[in-house]
């Protein structure tokens, strides 16, 4: 009997064991499976546009932005960033790779500006939550004052919008959604494109209404143009430096060119030094810089040595020796500048004048027609420069003509004609606060002509720039007062941003962004 027990409980524990396995299979088969369809639905929506227009990345003061708003203000904010860069330093490949990330590299792998503690994408990262940051701001406070877009806001996006799509094809594009998401990553939509696009211009739009609404008092203005006259003032000056950084050998040449910071400063002091010895009067400056220069035949002394700046935009220890109230024409002055090694400089100053800016300040619109030195190359080379001057400047008064020809003029009429001109490049816009040394020479004295009135036209030919076919516009103000106004404005408007933005300083990132940016390889 107990032999016939312990069968049974045998065959029962084995049934048990075997019931056991049967569930423990059907519960990894379940989670596989599970799992299986986890991965399916995660590769779905990471594929498509799902997860990136309807995730929400992060939450600034109560605005939600999706992963494809966050990519569309990463990549605007580094389209702007290079366009910038390459605007001021297109000419010269060494700059524009010391301020760019390099393209073949994750910008994640990058050191922002080669030592800073950021990465690139650090850099683009926090630039573009800075924007959505004021866009998130400015809406909530157009809302609240009721400021909408405006028709020709709708019109410009919809212009934008229909002009990408009649060319992407021939890009290559399947269609708009294909271009715009290989611009801006995935997610993005013509729906998403066009609703970033109506909150960007909600946000400048209140943001330029805000600052037109500040008012100033004439003694307000007359005031801070007073206080802040060495910066708003403009100065004629002559300048050569001397650099005073250290110097490393060059070793493809038998000498030893090497030199301390100590003694490269102490070496440009003493040419600076005998530079102003040798000044007399404002020829002999430029007979000297001439010398210094006697293997350069383009070298030119007259303008490679003459400024003509506005005080805000010298440097420091050049601006406080140009605007003592004690200096006068034909002064001259070694200046120092820079304290650090990479950054010292001698400069020898010659002072001419300076112009407080207390005349009118005009306005008008201008249309170039430009110089194509292609159409001239056969003609002799002592004479290119006429045949040019004749070329636009005939062209630039066929465009006067039709304007003269046409029944309804005015300023709409002259910016439409200028716009739809094929001779008129896209150098064209209009010229507001014009001050004196704000534009060159000739468009500068055509518009302050006394005998000038609302509505001229005429055509102003500039050597190595084209014919201009320019709009007088009216007279502003002063130029002065404009600029102080100008000023203040700005300083209201940014204290203005700086309080509303107390609001916004938390920004919720979400975990969604962190995993988003890696997966659709932001910056590379």
């Not at 569309?72 to 389209?79: C, R, W």
Request: net charge negative.
């Amino acid at each position: 009997m107990s032999e016939y027990v312990s069968a049974k409980a045998a065959r029962r524990a084995e049934e048990e064991k075997a019931r056991r396995e049967r569930k423990k299979y059907n519960i990894t088969v379940t989670v596989v499976v599970a799992c299986f369809v986890l991965v399916l639905i995660f590769v779905a929506l990471f594929g498509s546009n799902l997860f990136y227009n309807r995730t929400t990345a992060l939450e600034i003061g109560g605005e939600k932005f999706s992963v494809a708003d966050f990519n569309y203000n990463y990549f605007s904010v580094y389209n702007s960033y290079y366009s910038n860069v390459y605007s001021t330093y297109g000419s010269s490949a060494e700059l524009m790779s010391m301020f760019l990330p390099s393209s073949g590299k994750s910008f994640r792998d990058q050191a922002y500006l080669a030592g800073e503690d950021m990465t690139w994408a650090d850099f683009f990262t926090e630039s573009a939550i800075d924007r959505m940051k004021s866009q998130a701001m400015l809406c909530a406070a157009a809302r609240a004052e009721g400021y909408e877009l405006t028709q020709e806001d709708r019109d410009a996006i919809d212009e934008t919008i229909e002009g990408l799509r009649a060319s992407v094809v021939e890009g290559g594009y399947k269609n708009l959604n294909a271009y715009l998401n290989a611009t801006y990553g995935k997610g993005m939509t013509e729906k998403v494109f066009r609703a970033n696009m109506e909150r960007e211009y909600i946000a400048s739009g209140f943001a330029q209404s805000k600052s037109d609404s500040f008012t100033f008092t004439d003694q307000q203005i007359a005031d801070n143009y007073t206080e802040n006259a060495a910066d708003f003032d403009f100065y004629r000056y002559r300048i050569y430096g001397f650099s005073g950084a250290a110097v490393t050998d060059d070793e493809s040449t038998e000498e030893d060119e090497t030199l301390s910071a100590e003694d490269a400063a102490a070496k440009a002091k003493e040419d600076a030094d005998a530079y102003l010895a040798a000044v007399t009067d404002e020829q002999s400056f430029l007979d000297y810089a001439a010398s210094l220069n006697t293997e350069d035949e383009d070298y030119d002394a007259d303008s490679a040595t003459l400024r003509t700046a506005q005080g805000s935009r010298v440097t420091e220890t050049v601006r406080e020796w140009l605007s003592d109230s004690a200096r006068k024409a034909g002064d001259v002055e070694v200046v120092k500048s820079g304290d650090d090694a990479s950054t010292t400089y001698y400069y020898v100053v010659y002072f001419l004048n300076r112009d407080n800016n207390r005349y009118d300040a005009v306005s008008g619109y201008y249309g170039l027609v430009a110089e194509d030195e292609t159409e001239v190359a056969d003609v002799e080379e002592d004479k290119k420069a006429s045949a040019l001057e004749e070329l636009n400047t005939a062209r630039a008064k066929e465009l006067k003509d039709t304007y003269d020809a046409m029944t309804e003029k005015g300023y709409d009429a002259f910016v439409k004609l200028m716009n739809e001109s094929s001779d008129v490049i896209d150098e064209s816009g209009d010229i507001t606060m014009s001050g004196l040394y704000d534009i060159v020479e000739e468009l500068a004295d055509w518009l302050h002509d006394p005998a000038r009135k609302e509505g001229d036209v005429d055509v102003v030919y500039v050597e190595g720039t084209g014919a201009f076919l320019v709009y007088y516009t009216g007279v502003d103000g002063v130029y002065g007062d404009l600029m102080s106004e100008a000023d203040l404005r700005s300083d209201a408007y940014t204290a203005w941003e700086d309080e509303q933005l107390k609001n916004y300083e938390t920004v919720d990132k979400q975990w969604e962004m962190g995993l988003a940016t890696k997966i659709s390889s932001l910056g590379g």
